[in-house]
C-alpha cells in the first residue's frame, strides 16, 4: 500500500508545473526528497511543512532547504499527509502510510479542482499556521509573472518585506459585475497572506494583493484557485510583478 502511494505521490508531483504545497512527516521526506527538488528545479513554487517529533531537527540537518521548496516549516504534531499540485490534484494519506510496515491506514488522490482547494484551504487554515517558519527563499529576480496568483502573492510578500517596491500588471474581473478591467504598472500597497513570515491575513485562506488604481485601494484575488474570490473586489488569473 505503501508503494501505491509512493508512485501516486511521485505521479502527482511529475505533472505539477506551478505549485506544490506538501505537508509530510519528516521520516517520511525521502519518499518525496527528489521529486520536490526536481519541482524546485523546474521554477515551481514549492511550499513543504515537514510535521513530528523530528521535523525540526530534521530540518536544521538540511544542508539547503532551499533546494526543496520556497519555504520550509515544521511542527511536532502529527497530521495526515497531504501533497496537493497547481491547485487541481494531489493525495491524503494517514501520517503513518509510508513508513508503516504493515501499510495500516487510508490514502485518497484527486485531481478536481474544487475537491483540491476543499483540502488546501483546510491544510492552510489548520495546519500550516501551527508549523514555524524555518527557512524562506530570497526574492524572485523580477519582472516575473506568475500563471498561479498564489505564486505572485507570496514573491510580493517576499519582496516587500524585503523593502522593495513593487509594482503589478493585472488582466482583472469584478467580483460583482463581471466587467473587465486592466491594472498596469500599479503600486502594491499590501499583501495579506499567511504562507510565508510576516502573515497579515484577516480570515484564514485569505491570499490577496492591495494595490493602488486612480480610483484607489482595491483588493484582487486569485481566479484560479478552486472555488474563486469572494471575498476581493477583483479576480485576476496571472500577475506580473515588477520593480516599481
Known amino acids: 500500500a505503501s508503494q501505491t502511494v509512493e508512485r501516486r505521490l511521485e505521479r502527482q508531483l511529475e505533472r505539477a508545473d506551478r505549485e506544490v504545497f506538501a505537508i509530510v512527516p519528516s521520516n ?9 527538488a526536481d519541482a524546485r528545479e523546474r521554477g515551481l513554487t514549492v511550499y513543504c511543512l515537514l510535521a513530528g517529533e523530528s521535523a525540526e531537527s530534521h530540518v536544521a540537518e538540511m544542508d539547503d532547504p532551499g533546494r526543496y521548496a520556497h519555504v520550509v516549516r515544521s511542527w511536532d504534531g502529527r497530521p495526515p499527509l497531504f501533497v496537493v499540485r497547481d491547485a487541481l490534484g494531489g493525495v491524503l494519506a ?89 491594472f498596469e504598472g500599479v503600486p502594491i500597497r499590501e499583501v495579506r497572506q499567511n504562507l510565508v ?31 474563486g474570490p469572494y471575498y476581493e473586489e477583483y479576480a485576476a488569473r496571472e500577475v506580473t510583478i515588477r520593480d516599481a
Do not use: K
Open 197 to 227: 513570515e510576516p502573515v497579515n491575513n484577516a480570515f484564514p485562506i485569505e491570499n490577496s494583493l492591495v494595490v493602488e488604481t486612480d480610483d484607489g485601494l482595491v483588493s484582487v484575488g486569485g481566479q484560479a484557485c478552486g472555488l
Open 28 to 36: 517520511a521526506f525521502p519518499a518525496v526528497a527528489d521529486a520536490l
Open 94 to 182: 494517514s501520517h503513518g502510510m509510508l513508513t508503516s510496515r504493515h501499510g495500516r491506514g487510508y490514502a485518497l488522490a484527486f485531481n478536481q479542482n474544487e475537491v483540491a482547494s476543499g483540502f488546501f484551504g483546510n491544510y492552510v487554515s489548520n495546519v500550516w499556521p501551527m508549523g514555524e517558519q524555518r527557512f524562506v527563499a530570497e526574492p524572485p529576480t523580477l519582472p516575473a509573472t506568475f500563471e498561479l496568483f498564489r505564486s505572485g502573492v507570496t514573491a510580493a510578500a517576499l519582496h516587500t518585506t524585503a523593502g522593495h517596491d513593487v509594482v503589478a500588471d493585472l488582466d482583472v474581473v469584478a467580483t460583482t459585475d463581471e466587467t473587465v478591467r486592466q
